[in-house]
C-alpha cells in the first residue's frame, strides 16, 4: 500500500501529460496572450506537458494558446533526430534583432494539420526569454529554429502562419478547417 502511495506521489510530481491540440478556427488563437509573472510549478508543468504534446504529435514547436493556455510560453526543438533531443522552453520571448536577409520556408502548424504553404521571415534572429528555471537566455537562431521561433511568438499574438498568405488562399485553409472540425466532432 505504501509503495503504491509513494509511486503515485512520484507520477503525480512528474507527470507529463498530453494536451488536446485546438484547431483553427478557434478564437484563443487570435489572442494576444499576456506575459507570465512568475516562472512557478504551474508554468514548469504547463511546459513540461507541452513538450510532451509536440513530441507525441509531432512538431518542432508548440504554442501555449495551442492548449487553450493564454499565456506567453511556447516551446520547441527543431533538432534533427540524429543530433539528440534539445526541449526548449520559452517563457515571455521577444526577438531582439533580425537580420534584414528575409528567407522563404514551408510551414505547417499543428492546429492546421495537413496544409503547408511558403512563409517569408527575417532569416536569422536573436531571441531573449526565460527558461524553465526564470533565467534570462538570448539565443542566436538560424534555420528551421529561427523559422520556428518567429512561428511560436506569433501564437502568442494572435498570429497564424495563413495569415501571411493571401486572403483567397486563407479563406480557402479556413474553410477546408471548418470542415474538417465538423467531421471531427460528429465522429
Ligand atoms: O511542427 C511544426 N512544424 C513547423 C514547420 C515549419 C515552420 C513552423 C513549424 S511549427 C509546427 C508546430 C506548430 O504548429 N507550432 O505552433
Ligand atoms: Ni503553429
Not at 499543428?110 to 524553465?132: A, G, H, K, N, Q
Amino acid at each position: 500500500m505504501r509503495v503504491v502511495a509513494a509511486f503515485w506521489v512520484l507520477n503525480y510530481v512528474n507527470a507529463m501529460t498530453r494536451r488536446s491540440i485546438i484547431l483553427h478556427p478557434d478564437p484563443r488563437l487570435k489572442k494576444t496572450c499576456p506575459p507570465v509573472e512568475t516562472v512557478d510549478d504551474d508554468i514548469r508543468a504547463l511546459a513540461d506537458d507541452m513538450l510532451e504534446t509536440m513530441y507525441e504529435a509531432p512538431g518542432v514547436g508548440l504554442a501555449a494558446p495551442q492548449v487553450g493556455v493564454l499565456k506567453r510560453v511556447f516551446v520547441m526543438d527543431c533538432n534533427r533526430e540524429d543530433a539528440g533531443k534539445e526541449p526548449t522552453v520559452c517563457i515571455n520571448p521577444e526577438i531582439i534583432s533580425a537580420s534584414e536577409v528575409m528567407v522563404t520556408s514551408e510551414e505547417g502548424c499543428l492546429s492546421i494539420p495537413d496544409i503547408y504553404d511558403d512563409v517569408t521571415r527575417p532569416e536569422t534572429v536573436r531571441l531573449r526569454f526565460l527558461d524553465r528555471n526564470g533565467k534570462v537566455e538570448e539565443r542566436d537562431l538560424d534555420g528551421l529554429w529561427s523559422t520556428c521561433a518567429q512561428h511560436e511568438l506569433d501564437h502568442l499574438n494572435g498570429k497564424l502562419f495563413i495569415d501571411y498568405l493571401g486572403a483567397v488562399r486563407r479563406t480557402m485553409i479556413t474553410n477546408r478547417m471548418k470542415k474538417v472540425k465538423k467531421e471531427k466532432a460528429r465522429a
